[in-house]
């Protein structure tokens, strides 16, 4: 069966530090990847997605980057977080079209 | 763009009682439909979707939504609502972009079950 995991699963950091949170997922092969950041517990906005590695789509500018170094991994980074970061970080992965993502259980960040 | 409204914030239901969490849509196409579920400080579970075929969808924990094309409508329901099923509820719909999949959400419904 297939399993996503993320961690950490809560950080706290200083502005301006570096940020890296990591996804990875097992039991599936080429899978679509997405990063989405919620907000005070309510609506999910999608940040990147990946359909391969190396391969990184942007929905919104801002402060965060990701990359996907191997099939089953993806990375969410900062240079400098700002107070704006602060969040709850979820990543999710599907297979095919109008297939179902599947959510791992969220990074929560604090910037301080 | 495809979008979906949830008009309610919040629901409150008795246990026991049937439940209804609003969804409607709009897109260029077909539709694709979720419904999702997050308890506090977890991802989000998915319940079901509609695809295409019958209006009525079954999904997990006794859930099942009502797809209707005329009113633009993706309701969740269940027949008798439990404690247990408090938690925020999210639909989505999905765009293509021709090269994957993405899920656009709505901004939630949270559900409170009563005794």
């Known amino acids: 069966s297939q399993t996503i995991h993320q961690w950490p699963a809560t950080l706290v950091q200083p502005v301006g530090s570096p940020l890296s949170l990591e996804c990875t997922v097992e039991?599936?092969?080429?899978?679509?990847l997405y990063w989405y950041r919620q907000a005070a517990g309510r609506g999910l906005q999608l940040l990147f997605y990946?359909?391969?590695?190396?391969?990184i789509s942007s929905e919104v500018p801002q402060n965060l980057s990701a990359s996907r170094p191997q099939d089953r991994q993806f990375i969410l980074s900062s240079k400098k977080l700002l107070l704006s970061d602060s969040g709850f970080y979820l990543c999710?992965?599907?297979?095919?079209?109008?297939?179902?993502?599947?959510f791992g259980p969220g990074t929560r960040l604090t910037v301080t | 763009a495809q979008s979906v409204a949830q008009p309610e914030d919040q629901v409150n239901v008795a246990e026991g009682n049937p439940l209804t969490v609003k969804c409607t849509y709009s897109?260029?196409?077909?539709?694709?439909l979720f419904w999702y579920v997050q308890y506090p400080n977890r991802g989000l579970q998915f319940l079901l979707k509609?695809?295409?075929?019958?209006?009525l969808v079954k999904g997990s924990y006794g859930f099942e939504a009502e797809f209707n094309k005329s009113q633009t409508s993706f309701h969740l329901k269940k027949p008798s609502a439990l404690v247990s099923d408090s938690a925020l509820y999210f639909c989505?719909?999905?765009?293509?972009?021709?090269?994957?999949?993405?899920?656009?959400f709505g901004t939630g419904t949270r559900l409170q079950v009563t005794l």
């Open positions: 897109v260029s196409g077909n539709p694709y």
């Open positions: 509609y695809i295409t075929g019958d209006n």
């Open positions: 989505a719909v999905r765009s293509y972009t021709g090269t994957a999949s993405k899920l656009t």
């Open positions: 990946s359909v391969g590695i190396g391969q």
């Open positions: 039991g599936t092969s080429n899978p679509n």
């Open positions: 999710a992965w599907s297979v095919g079209q109008g297939r179902e993502q599947y």
